[in-house]
Structures are given as C-alpha cells and as structure tokens.
C-alpha cells in the first residue's frame, strides 16, 4: 500500500507538471492595466494597443490616463 500511494502522489506530481507546461503554449488573457501620460497615451499608447490587441485577443486593455 504504501508503494501505491508514492506511485499516486508521483503521478498526481507529473500531471502538475503536464498541465503546466501546456499552459505555457496558450494564449494570454486576463486585464493588462495600464496608467500613462496624456502625451504618451495620444501619440505612442495608442498604436501598440491596436498592436498589442491584434496579437492577443483575450487580454483586456484597461488604460488610466493622468
């Protein structure tokens, strides 16, 4: 029993580590918060949103312009 219960823990130990590697090769996604110049915002943020939008989808873009 008690090699069983290693043999478990050690399986339950790689599928950690199986999932965690796949999750490496899935797109990112959650809130990007961003709190920037007005300048900034106007001439440069604006562009690598769209950029930024274009390549990762699933990533919200909150912007906070001071």
């Known amino acids: 029993m008690l090699l069983f219960n290693y043999c478990k823990t050690l399986q ?3 599928d950690n580590i199986h999932d ?3 999750s490496f090769h899935k797109e ?9 110049s007005s300048f900034f915002a106007q001439n ?5 949103i769209k950029e930024y939008s274009k390549k990762f989808s699933k990533v919200k873009i909150e ?3 001071e």
């Open 28 to 36: 990112p996604s959650g809130t990007l918060k961003i709190s920037i």
């Open 12 to 14: 339950n130990e790689i």
């Open 20 to 22: 965690l590697a796949e």
């Open 44 to 48: 440069i943020l604006i562009n690598l």
């Open 63 to 65: 912007v906070s312009i």
